[in-house]
């Protein structure tokens, strides 16, 4: 599974935390490794300058084998806390969509 982080205008992804977030999803979506060929992320700060609640948003979109891509989207008041709300809907949404597939 190849992991793309992709940033918004007005922030920069140290490689630090590239780095982090990397191991964090590796480690979150390891059962699904055989059904996504890529998984990118992006992460934007809906205010930029400004602090308000819940304006760091991540998107997550998982491109599966033979299927359409999927994403889910989610905010918090800090990058680690949208990526793992992120994460959290995606897994669900796996879920679901793998469960159909193996009922078929």
């Known amino acids: 599974m190849t992991i793309q982080l992709n940033a918004g205008n007005n ?3 140290s490689e630090e935390y590239a780095e982090k977030l990397k191991e964090i999803l590796s480690s979150e979506l390891d059962r699904y490794i055989e059904n996504i060929t890529r998984l990118e992320v992006h ?10 609640k819940d304006d760091k948003k991540c998107v997550l979109e998982a491109r599966l084998k033979g299927r359409q ?12 806390q949208a990526v793992d709300n992120a994460i959290e809907k995606l897994k ?11 009922n078929k």
């Open 11 to 13: 922030l920069t992804i």
């Open 43 to 52: 992460l934007s700060d809906e205010n930029s300058h400004k602090e308000a």
């Open 69 to 80: 891509p999927v994403a889910v989207t989610d905010t918090g008041d800090t990058y680690d």
């Open 92 to 102: 669900a949404m796996l879920d679901s969509i793998l469960g159909r597939m193996a």
